[in-house]
């Protein structure tokens, strides 16, 4: 029976969208397209996730190779692309409900180690039991580790639990180790179907 709703946190609770963001600055043209590749599309952006850079030393790195006049937005999209959240609708409907009727709730999110600053904005959070951090173990899904160390933290069985992520390969990593899962596209009426038999059951 699952007893535990793991979830993730990126396009599953709060939007990320880089294109946005950096519109939002009111850039746009070959600067937009060179601040997305610069920031987001390179791998260094990834090193936030996997804890091995700081955002003051990607901040620095970029720098280096970003005209000067992209310095200040390249600054903010790394320090505050956060400003504001932008909340997935009906989910954090969807999550009360679900701790309402005594289901475990827990965060497994890839992310730097400034999640921990914006997190408790972030309506949901209010009804999760425990989180699990990539930059804080310095590893990120879908490595089979990460998903081990969250199970071993919360004394959670795999078995007895559902996973929702965003992107195929970590549902996929996920189901390998025993857990059941759904790829969630923004669809929150689909994620509650999904749902409908273990909410029954449980009931």
Known sequence: MIKHFIFDM?????????????EQLNIHGDDAALLKRAVFDAPEWGHLDDGSKSEDELCRHLQAVLPEHLHAPMERLIRAWDEPLLHVAGMTELIAELKAEGFGLY???????????????????????????????????????????????????????????????????????????????????????????????RA
């Open 10 to 22: 990126g396009n599953v609770l709060i939007w990320f969208r880089p294109a946005y963001f950096i």
């Open 107 to 201: 965060l497994l999110s890839n992310a730097s180690r400034r999640q921990h600053a914006y997190w408790l904005r972030i309506p949901a959070s209010a009804y999760f039991d425990g989180k699990l951090i990539s930059a804080d173990v310095k590893m990120v899904k879908p490595n089979p580790e990460i998903y081990k160390r969250l199970f071993d933290t919360f004394s959670l069985r795999p078995e007895e639990c559902f996973f929702i992520d965003d992107a195929p390969q970590n549902i996929q990593a996920a189901e390998y180790l025993g857990m059941k899962g759904h790829v969630f596209d923004g669809d929150v009426a689909a994620l509650r179907r999904a749902m409908e038999g273990i909410r029954k059951d």
